[in-house]
């Protein structure tokens, strides 16, 4: 469970997020949604260590992460965009993220298997697709076992097939009682795979709550739909 209480981050005199409240719980996939320039990213930041919030807390465990950078290790994270040495192979570039991260747990064979990922992990990170890269992206997310994970616009360049199998993955986290955020403009991405759903405009959440409630209390059936009224109503 990551707890984020009364949350603040001022860029100069620009602030970002505004006295942010929220309990992200486990079991669940919390999608954090909004335009561009809500805050979604520096939220997302701030609860990887990233961002240094300029007054609040985060709590992960019930324990304040400030200046505890071991919780790190807690976490997979798959970013929009995949950065890794581009020399290195798919391989090499696993082994040193194990070097890195000292961990005891790890597990691909599924992964390896059901992206289709076997053939491209002896080729450099340069040759290969951007479909590819995100693949390897999910694999070093999943396969060290976190208790958290936090996906940025996951299927970005995947395939269809390669999508839906790793909306598999995610559905599969979820049942083994980890806590998943989710971030995505595909609002049919986050209306399949989450259970709470948190609404940012201009650094304030506007929403929390079930996928099923904002439906119900917008009166539609397309969560697309829903988030456009919100933001119209916000407007």
Do not use: C, W
């Not at 079930?210 to 969560?223: H, M």
């Amino acid at each position: 469970m990551i707890t984020v209480k009364n949350l603040v981050k001022n860029f100069g005199k620009n602030r970002v997020l505004k006295n942010i409240d929220l309990t992200i719980e486990s079991g669940k996939v919390t999608a954090i949604v909004g335009p561009n320039g809500s805050g979604k990213t520096t939220l997302i930041k701030t609860i990887l260590g990233l961002v240094r919030p300029s007054d609040g807390t985060i709590e992960v465990d019930g324990k304040i992460v400030k200046d505890d950078y071991l919780y790190r290790n807690k976490i997979g994270y798959m970013p929009q965009i995949a950065k890794y040495p581009e020399n290195l192979t798919g391989r090499e570039i696993i082994l040193l993220i194990k070097s890195i991260r000292e961990s005891t747990e790890y597990n691909d064979e599924e992964i390896l298997s059901s992206l289709k990922l076997v053939p491209e992990m002896e080729k450099p990170f340069n040759n290969l697709s951007g479909g590819t890269k995100q693949k390897i992206s999910a694999l070093i997310a999943f396969a060290f076992s976190p208790k958290i994970i936090i996906l940025d616009e996951p299927t970005a360049g995947l395939d269809p097939i390669s999508s839906s199998y790793f909306k598999d993955l995610v559905i599969k986290q979820k049942e083994q009682k980890k806590t998943i955020i989710l971030t995505s403009h595909l609002m049919n991405e986050v209306q399949e795979l989450s259970d709470e759903i948190v609404f940012l405009l201009e650094g304030e959440i506007k929403f929390k709550g079930s996928v099923q409630s904002l439906l119900e209390y917008k009166k539609e059936t397309k969560l697309e739909r829903a988030i456009a009224e919100l933001m119209s109503q916000n407007n």
